[in-house]
C-alpha cells in the first residue's frame, strides 16, 4: 500500500468495519499531505512518502481504538467557514452551532439594522467559535467572550490572533459574574452551555466522552443548570432592547423556554430546531417597547 488511493481504500474499509466514520480518512490524508479535497481526488494514483503513510495508518489506528476525534489529530475544526484551532481544553465545534449564529445574525439584521455597532457576550466561549464569528461577521461590534476555563480562553484568544478578530475582550470567570461586576451591558447575549445531563455520561459516544471536556459537556442533573443560572442573572446585563439566544439539547425547548417566560412573561420567545429536525435553539427577543412600559409601570 503505498499510492494515495490504496490508502485511502484501506482506511475507509478499516474505519467501517469498526463503525467509525469512513470520511476521516479522507480528512487526514488532505492534512499530511496538505492539500484539498479536489487535489486530493486528482493524485490518487500518486505515490506517497513511506513516513506519511506510516503515520497516517497509526492515527487511524489511533482514532479505532481510542476514538481520538480527527479534530484533535488535525488540531484544527472548521466553523463559519474558518479553520479554529482546538484541542482537549476545548469542546470541539458543532455544525449545529452554526446554526446558532446564522439565526441571531438574522433577528439582528431585523431587530437592529446591519450598521449598528453592538455590544454582544458569548458565555462559555471555549474556543471561541461563537464570539469570533460575531466579531468578523458585523466588524463594527464589541464581543466579551467568557470562560471559566483558563486554557479554554487561551485557545480562544489564538484563535482570534490567527482571525484577526481584534476587537474581543475576553475575560476569566463563571456565566455572567465578570458582566455584572464590571458593569457591562450587552444588546446580543449568546451562549452554548453544557446542557448534557450528567445521567446520560454512559450514553456518549467515546469520541466525545473521552476527549471533550467534561467541564464543557455537562449541565449538572438534569443538564438544564446552566440556563438556570444564566437567565436568573439576565436583566443585570442586558440593554432595554436585546436579544438572547442559547443553543440546547434536543427536547430542552420548552423548559428553557419556560425559564425564559417566567423572567420575560411579554416578549417573544421561540424555539427552533436544527438541520436535523431536533430541537436545538431558544432565542428571545426583548423589544423595546415592553421594556419603556415595565419602566414606566
Ligand atoms: N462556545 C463554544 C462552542 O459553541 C464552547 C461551548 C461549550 O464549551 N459548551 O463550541
Not at 482546538?86 to 446591519?114: A, C, H, W
Request: charged share 25%; with cysteine; hydrophobic share 40%.
Amino acid at each position: 500500500m503505498n499510492k494515495v488511493y490504496e490508502a485511502l481504500h484501506w482506511a475507509s474499509s478499516f474505519l467501517g468495519e469498526n463503525n467509525r466514520d469512513q470520511n476521516i480518512g479522507e480528512l487526514l490524508l488532505m492534512h499530511y499531505l496538505g492539500i484539498s479535497r479536489a487535489q486530493l481526488l486528482s493524485s490518487l494514483q500518486d505515490v506517497m512518502p513511506t513516513n506519511v503513510i506510516n503515520e497516517f495508518k497509526h492515527k487511524i489506528e489511533e482514532h479505532v481504538t481510542n476514538g481520538v476525534p480527527v479534530q484533535h489529530i488535525i488540531g484544527s475544526a472548521p466553523f463559519y467557514g474558518r479553520t479554529f484551532k482546538v484541542n482537549k481544553d476545548v469542546l470541539i465545534p458543532r455544525p449545529e452551532t452554526e446554526e446558532l449564529v446564522e439565526n441571531v445574525l438574522s433577528m439582528i439584521q431585523v431587530d437592529f439594522g446591519v450598521n449598528e455597532s453592538l455590544a454582544i457576550a458569548d458565555i462559555g466561549t471555549g474556543s471561541g467559535v461563537i464570539a469570533i464569528t460575531m466579531q468578523l461577521e458585523l466588524p463594527e461590534t464589541h464581543v466579551y467572550a467568557i470562560d471559566i476555563s483558563d486554557p479554554a480562553l487561551k485557545v480562544a484568544v489564538k484563535n482570534a490572533c490567527n482571525l484577526g478578530a481584534n476587537r474581543i475582550e475576553f475575560i476569566q470567570g463563571s456565566l455572567l459574574e465578570p458582566l455584572i461586576q464590571k458593569e457591562i451591558k450587552v444588546d446580543v447575549l449568546l451562549s452554548n452551555p453544557p446542557y448534557i445531563p450528567l445521567t446520560d455520561l454512559n450514553n456518549l459516544q467515546d469520541v466525545v466522552r473521552n476527549h471533550d471536556p467534561h467541564l464543557a459537556l455537562f449541565g449538572g442533573q438534569s443538564g438544564l443548570e446552566f440556563y438556570e443560572k444564566i437567565v436568573r442573572d439576565l436583566p443585570k446585563v442586558l440593554n432595554r432592547k436585546a436579544i438572547v439566544g442559547f443553543e440546547i439539547g434536543d427536547g430542552q425547548g420548552e423548559a428553557v423556554s419556560e425559564l425564559l417566560k417566567q423572567m420575560y412573561p411579554d416578549e417573544t420567545i421561540t424555539v427552533l430546531k436544527d438541520i436535523n429536525e431536533k430541537e436545538r435553539m431558544v432565542f428571545v427577543r426583548i423589544n423595546e417597547k415592553n421594556n419603556t412600559e415595565i419602566v414606566g409601570l
